[in-house]
């Protein structure tokens, strides 16, 4: 099976782009992404996009960006995961000669853009059940599974806090991340309450902003002369969607499927993980995450984010970007995990900000309500 | 059973169910203070309603009445508010219900935040939102 390559990467504006729309966003990605593998858009024969204000946005992105007729097109929405679901069609796409440069990019204006106002009429019957609860989601349902696990395996909130506490520390190092001014355990407790057990900083941001990744085949990224990033697994699943009473176990997610799957694919254990880019839209989705995925025993996730093992310094970097927390949420920030792990492959770093001879790098997205997971793992090839 | 069925058409602003479908004899149930739940003959129960069996696929599967008590499954105390008209009531608690026929259901917890507990019994009431539908809220038992 053919193995893609991560040829570029790109963010459009983050933060607040009050005169550019989802699209302007994901379209700046792309071309600023393309330029960043050194080829131009006419190189481009296959689009996947997900996330933007469209039911169709391979095909909106591709008219506006006059591709001509390419042949593969992706837009499956899975949500924050949908990104990385992609790695795994895009593969199968090259393995067939489908397609030899495919962008796959997001676009959001998630904070100044225009929020959604749906009547319970034009939605899935099972917002009659959930809607009129007055559930703050995602927050409160994330609260409450993460609540599930401090009840099953006595996590505390301090831990949860630990890892808003360290990827500060990273975004620290980042002049992209939005926020940047270190914090402390306490300050994440003595921040304003959202849903209990979660306070403000145990939540995302919300930004506005794109990404897009640019992914080659094994012929195309020699020709381009690249560094040769390697899409060498990928998974995905879904245990629920809209209602997170319905996730089967709130202390375990997906990505106890995805994790293992994907790691096999690439031949690798834990150990030879040297970076890991864990959605994090909320301190709980990362904490479960790294359970799930198999970095520590099932239940001692508090444990394992305390200490600063996911800090600067630490045994497994995590979100060296800022993450969710800290750098930017425009809504589906999988396609930014996707990014860090490239460039950290890529050693595009300094100082401490470079994890230290990083060859393979897991990126992680999570989906709707702890819905969605799809894990990635990312080789640079010697 | 029959539950206790409160007003509160005058005073809900936030979002009211709209009976559809499948979901109609659940909600026509709320209005007599009767918690329902699809029991398929091959013997799996569900909530939320659908015309679908998630098990053997049958459809329509029918309806029986719960007893409509379980304990709280997990829950949070919401200090933002999620919806229109929840402005006025946080902190307001939304739980994860699990009945004691087995289907989960989300639901607001009427109930004191402090003395709360994951594991706890609970029994259910009803708000009634509209003319077409009454809302399960649970108290502590
Ligand atoms: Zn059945």
Partial sequence: MAEPILAGVAESELGETPDRNWLDNAAIATVRALEDAGCSLADVDGVAVAGGNDYMPALVLSEYLDLDEPSFLEGTEIGGSSFEHFCGHVRDAMTRGEADVVVVAYGSTGKTGPGRDRSLEETHPVDGFVRPTGLFRPPGAYAMAARRHMHEYGTTEEQLAEVAVSTREWASMNPKAAQQDPITVDDVLESRQIAEPFNLLDCCLVSDGGGAVVLVSEEKARELGVPEIAVAGVASTSTHRQDISEMPDMTTTGAAVTGPNAFAQAGITHDDVDVAEIYDSFTYTALVTLEDLGFCEKGAGGEFVSGGTTAPGGELPMNTQGGGLSYCHPGHFGIFVLIEAARQLRGDYEGDRQVDDAEVAVAHGTGGLLSSSSTVVLRREA | ?141
């Fill in chain 2, 1 to 141: 059973m029959s539950a206790p069925v409160e007003d509160r058409r005058e005073s809900w602003d936030g979002p009211v169910p709209v009976p559809t479908g499948a979901t109609v004899p659940f909600w026509e149930g709320t209005l007599e203070g009767d918690l329902r739940y699809q029991e398929c003959d091959c013997g799996n129960r569900q909530l939320y309603p659908r015309a679908v069996c998630t098990d053997c696929g049958a459809e329509d599967p029918p309806f029986e009445e719960s007893e409509g008590v379980g304990t709280i499954y997990t829950y949070t105390v919401c200090h933002v508010p999620g919806e229109p008209g929840f402005a006025d009531r946080t902190p307001y608690i939304v739980g994860a219900i699990e009945l004691a026929e087995g289907p989960r259901l989300l639901a607001l917890l009427d109930a004191d935040p402090d003395v709360l507990e994951i594991g706890a019994s609970v029994a259910v009431t009803f708000w009634r939102l509209s003319d077409e539908a009454a809302m399960p809220v649970f108290v502590p038992e």
